[in-house]
């Protein structure tokens, strides 16, 4: 009996993680994660071999090769400052002389004194840059129509999606009792996400999208929710493909299971709250959808703030708790801290509160109305005068991605010629295809941008898929099961890189 009982305690949970991940993935999924799972073992054992490994360190040397030539200084004239000058001197022009045509924009010494070094860490010690924080905070929970609801300032999109998930798993944990938290998101969310669950031990289901709306499948994520979901996911506009997930029947399942929603409407903040204002149709996706927990939007995307700028905000204060650090028993003093970060700049802070003050309600409508009139125009040429290409879904505001339809035109070869002719546009996968971003500069462009992708398509349908940075790496990553492992260590060496004097 004993024995028995401790099998039953052993095997249960195991069996319990099984089931739910193969409710959550379904069987075909599942099948395909299991070859994929055998594929990669056998074909890591494979390359494990002497030569294998000869030949794969040889083309990964040469792919690290290849990176540094492209971003560190080459020849016996680059200059490189590895260790601290025995004398120090400035580098610059001094600008206090005034004999600059502006360049520098100087607000006075009172000004850099004032938020230069300023630290929200200490609010006592800089008054005036708490109380820009709270006002940034409260102007985006108005925008999203939550007046009465609470938030925070964060550096950037991601950290505002950690610190969503780090809230929903904590409240989740002392409400609920949750210890083995779980969510459930679109493919198509942004990988935050993904680094989040990382972070911060979540298990992340990835819900496959419509091909056709490009929307999540809302069964799929009601066969996902367990007793272990702290949350789901949705964007209002992803950044694949620019396209919203159906936040009502989002908030439907959020609310009948007692779980978070989070909206990430990082890419589409500015944009997004205008849309009905600047003339343009709109599907709910704010905080007037019953079962919304939590938005973030980056003040530094169209709301033309300094980067390094985002706000997360949360339907009550008493959920933005569980966002909170808090350590009373530190040597060094009571320690609390919002968010990640513990010392912040003033200065951007001071500079978003400027930049929203300066744009305004009519300003944010107009760049609205100019902005998604351009990604309209690109979307409208694309669908009528590119017969080989086709738009993923049906973008919502700012973003338009695009795919072939014809497999002698790929998708990614264009993108390469695309960055031949000074286009940094993004290359997607699942499916391949490419996207732009429009922004206030791509306005008067849009004839230059529709020609350009007519020629580079032609040069594409005229030459053999060559070896441009979009077809290697992309086609490295689908080239096998372990092609996957292959890009995460060419990329790994690119980080490395970025570090390298």
């Known amino acids: 009996m004993a024995k028995n009982c401790l099998l039953v305690y052993l095997f249960a949970p195991r069996v319990l993680r099984f089931w739910r991940h193969f409710r959550a993935k379904g069987f075909c999924r599942s099948i395909r994660d299991l070859y994929v799972f055998i594929a990669q073992r056998t074909l890591r054992l494979i390359i494990a071999l002497p030569h294998m490994r000869k030949r794969v360190?040889?083309?990964?040397?040469?792919?690290?090769?290849?990176?540094?030539r492209q971003l560190l200084p080459q020849?016996?004239?680059a200059v490189r400052h590895l260790s601290l000058p025995k004398t120090g001197s400035p580098s610059h022009t001094d600008y206090r002389e005034?004999?600059?045509?502006?360049a520098v924009y100087h607000g006075g010494d009172d000004m850099e004194r004032r938020y230069c070094v300023s630290n929200p860490l200490h609010p006592d010690v800089f008054p005036a840059i708490r109380q820009m924080e709270a006002e940034i905070v409260a102007m985006c929970l108005r925008m999203y129509n939550n007046p009465t609801g609470a938030g925070a300032t964060t550096s950037g999109g991601t950290e505002s999606i950690l610190m969503s998930v780090k809230?929903?798993?904590d409240w989740a944990r002392a409400v609920k009792g949750i210890s083995e938290p779980e969510m459930v998101v679109p493919a198509s969310a942004h990988a935050a996400f993904d680094k989040a669950a990382a972070y911060f031990n979540v298990k992340l289901h990835s819900i496959p999208v419509n091909p056709e709306t490009r929307q999540v499948d809302l069964k799929r994520v009601r066969r996902a929710i367990n007793s272990n979901t702290i949350m789901v996911v949705g964007s209002a506009i992803n950044f694949p493909d620019g396209c919203q997930d159906d936040m009502v029947g989002l908030g439907r399942l959020a609310q009948r299971y007692n779980i978070g929603l989070h909206v990430d409407c990082c890419l589409?903040?500015?944009?997004?709250?205008?849309?009905?204002?600047?003339?343009?149709?709109s599907e709910p996706f704010d905080f007037r959808v019953d079962g919304v927990t939590a938005i973030s939007c980056d003040t530094h995307k169209y709301g033309f703030a300094p980067k390094g700028s985002s706000v997360i905000m949360y339907r009550s204060a008493d959920l933005r708790q569980y966002q909170y650090y808090v350590n009373p028993e530190w040597s060094g003093g009571i320690y609390a801290s919002p968010g990640l970060s513990g010392s912040r700049p003033g200065a951007l802070i001071a500079g978003t509160w400027a930049a929203m003050h300066y744009m305004g309600e009519d300003g944010y409508i107009l760049s609205c109305r100019d902005i998604v009139g351009c990604a309209r125009a690109i979307e409208q040429a694309i669908r009528t005068s590119f017969p080989e290409l086709y738009v993923l879904g049906k973008p919502q505001a700012s973003v338009v991605a695009f795919g072939s339809r014809t497999p002698d035109v790929d998708i990614l070869e264009?993108?390469?010629?695309?960055?031949?002719?000074?286009w940094h546009l993004n290359a997607l996968q699942n499916p391949p295809g490419l996207h732009i971003a429009c922004t206030r500069l791509t306005i008067p462009t849009i004839n230059t941008f529709i020609r350009d992708l007519k020629d580079a398509i032609w040069d594409a349908k005229g030459s053999s898929v060559g070896k441009g940075t979009m077809v290697s790496l992309y086609g490295l990553g689908n080239s096998s099961a372990i092609g996957p492992h292959l890009v995460e260590a060419v990329v790994s060496s690119f980080?490395?890189?970025?570090?390298?004097?």
């Not at 264009?414 to 000074?422: A, C, L, P, T």
């Open 495 to 501: 980080l490395d890189a970025l570090y390298k004097a």
């Open 75 to 77: 020849g016996k004239d």
């Open 414 to 422: 264009v993108g390469d010629k695309m960055s031949k002719k000074g």
């Open 98 to 102: 005034g004999k600059l045509s502006g």
């Open 167 to 169: 809230t929903h798993r």
């Open 268 to 281: 589409g903040s500015f944009i997004m709250p205008f849309l009905e204002r600047a003339g343009f149709s």
């Open 57 to 68: 360190e040889t083309e990964m040397d040469a792919a690290r090769a290849d990176i540094e």
